[in-house]
């Protein structure tokens, strides 16, 4: 089991950069995949970025592709995401996951994690 808290969320103008943090219980690193997932009102939850289990993987939504980066300082179990050139569609609230047994092919489905932080909102101003 691991316990996940989000930080970092805020309000930005459009163009304009912020960094997530998740701080995990315990190592992930090898041990969960991780992933980013965000959720406007109204809207389903939608896969952002993710690390495979292995840590060797990485992976994007085509929607953040080239403005978000994924990256883990495995000495403190946090895993960043690093959004630059925000968008006002970027708004949501944003959620850290993890989860043991994901194989890649499935890791952009949120059904396919059992932990999850309380999230962290986002909020982009046009």
């Known amino acids: 089991q691991v316990h996940l808290v989000e930080s970092g969320g805020g309000l930005v103008q459009a163009g304009g950069s912020l960094r997530l943090s998740c701080a995990a219980s315990?190592?992930?690193?090898?041990?969960?995949?991780v992933g980013w997932f965000r959720q406007a009102p109204g809207q389903e939850r939608e896969f952002v970025a993710g690390?495979?289990?292995?840590?060797?993987?990485?992976f994007y939504a085509d929607s953040v592709k080239g403005r978000f980066t994924i990256s883990r300082d495995s000495a403190k179990n946090t895993v960043y995401l690093q959004m630059d050139s925000l968008k006002p569609e970027d708004t949501a609230s944003y959620y850290c996951?993890?989860?043991?047994?994901?194989?890649?092919?499935?890791?952009?489905?949120?059904?396919?994690?059992?932990?999850w932080g309380q999230g962290t909102q986002v909020t982009v101003s046009s």
């Open positions: 996951s993890a989860s043991s047994t994901v194989i890649n092919s499935a890791i952009r489905s949120p059904t396919s994690y059992a932990y």
């Open positions: 315990r190592r992930t690193f090898g041990v969960y995949a």
């Open positions: 690390f495979s289990r292995t840590g060797g993987g990485t």
